[in-house]
């Protein structure tokens, strides 16, 4: 289980993300008193650090309960989490041992649909050609392997 937890912050315009995931990174990062206190470390990232297919947005899954709350229970936050096939292109497009087991033990499971993670590949901005083709054969060999 990883110990850390990204966050993107949506504002107005990237440089205000940038300066709102940098914000994040020297509160809550590795090292930092809030890791010491929680357990676990948050990593501020850009749009740019992750390799996203089209429609991503519009498959946000909102995150709202007891553990989104002010400590005082009000108000209550909500947390936008990538779905979870699109969390799969951004990590095999990430080609990291550690993401490929991830994907790995999320497809063994019949968490995730691989054919959605291969049609997601197809939308990915042509940028991404290598990656989305890299991350196409992995899964493809992965699938006859099981």
Same mark, same amino acid.
């Given at each position: ?59 946000l ?24 096939e ?5 990590? !095999?497009?990430? @080609?990291?041992?550690? %993401?490929?087991?991830?994907?790995? #033990?999320?497809?063994? +499971?019949?968490?995730?649909? *691989?054919?959605?993670? !291969?049609?997601? @590949?197809a939308?990915? %901005?042509?940028d991404?050609?290598? #990656?989305?083709?890299? +991350?196409?054969?992995?899964? *493809? ?6």
């Amino acid at each position: 289980m990883s110990m850390e937890v990204d966050i993107l912050p949506i504002a107005a315009d990237n440089d205000e993300t940038a300066r709102l995931a940098d914000l994040i990174e020297g509160v809550a990062g590795e090292f930092s008193p809030f890791e010491d206190l929680h357990g676990f470390s948050i990593d501020g990232v850009y749009l740019q650090t992750s390799v996203l297919p089209s429609g991503w947005r519009d498959r946000l899954v909102p995150v709202t309960n007891a553990n989104t709350a002010a400590p005082g229970g009000d108000p209550q936050f909500t947390g936008w989490c990538l779905d979870k096939e699109d969390l799969c292109v951004a990590k !095999l497009c990430a @080609l990291r041992e550690k %993401d490929r087991n991830f994907v790995a #033990a999320l497809v063994r +499971a019949d968490l995730v649909d *691989t054919h959605v993670i !291969l049609g997601r @590949l197809a939308t990915l %901005d042509p940028d991404h050609a290598r #990656a989305a083709s890299s +991350a196409h054969r992995w899964l *493809t060999s992965l699938h006859r392997r099981e």
